[in-house]
């Protein structure tokens, strides 16, 4: 049996966004999908998750569960036995977008969380395909389901998010960065630049993916976190 592995969803997404690789991964291997849906700030996600994480684990993250999973090898670097990135990046937040986005809690915490999701998948982008459609259904589906509530707090956590480069940088453990081949918000220069910051990654691009990469192309992240799995741990 593989070592565990602990699986963070993305911005507004629950466990469903990892539903393909659940089914398929854990035929062999113990999976674990953390909320990361409490706390005001990364810091106090990646700490409750600790707390309930196994000794040691491998860690994939998607997007903002990508952020947190940079906190954790922060905190834990003892712990974590290999990290997986999907659609994720280690810069703090500018100031534009921190502004860009209050204006967006005030318009979901109004009564347009609706509008606001919609706004923010178009922005973020989805590849065309015959699944385009019930991708962006399910999205929205999440998001509605978590509520006003939680956007604002995940959204005020990415906004005060430290620059992880430095730790990134120290990573020592087989390390996968995985993006979509048309994510418009994170494109595939800047999981170059992420991957040339840690000495062991591994870039690997999903075509006919944007920025919902696990649910657009469920077998291709699938195979790429196999892949991943079976790389042998780097020596400390």
């Not at 953390?34 to 998750?49: C, F, K, L, N, W």
């Not at 937040?93 to 005030?106: G, H, L, M, N, V």
């Not at 999440?142 to 604002?152: K, Q, V």
Request: net charge positive.
């Amino acid at each position: 049996m593989r070592e565990p592995l602990v699986l963070l969803p993305g911005f507004m997404c629950d466990a469903r966004v990892f539903g393909p690789q659940v089914a398929a991964l854990s035929y062999d291997t113990p999976v674990m999908l953390a909320p990361v849906t409490q706390g005001e700030r990364i810091e106090e996600i990646a700490s409750a998750i600790l707390t309930a994480a196994p000794a040691k684990f491998g860690v994939a993250g998607m997007g903002f569960g990508g952020v947190v999973a940079m906190e954790l090898m922060r905190r834990a670097p003892e712990r974590v036995t290999r990290i997986a990135l999907i659609d994720a990046s280690p810069l703090a937040e500018t100031p534009q977008d921190a502004s860009a986005r209050e204006a967006r809690i005030i318009r979901a915490r109004t009564g347009r969380l609706r509008e606001v999701l919609q706004e923010d998948l178009s922005t973020a982008g989805l590849a065309v395909s015959p699944y385009r459609s019930d991708v962006m259904a399910l999205a929205l589906d999440m998001g509605m389901h978590l509520g006003a509530d939680i956007y604002t707090r995940q959204s005020r956590a990415m906004m005060r998010r430290k620059d992880q480069q430095a730790v990134m940088r120290k990573c020592k453990v087989p390390a996968l960065i995985l993006c979509g081949a048309e994510n418009a918000a994170l494109p595939v220069k800047r999981h170059q630049f992420l991957a040339t910051l840690i000495p062991y990654a591994k870039l690997e691009v999903i075509e006919g993916a944007g920025h919902m990469a696990a649910l657009e192309q469920p077998e291709a992240v699938i195979n790429a976190l196999r892949a991943w799995q079976r790389q042998p741990f780097v020596l400390q």
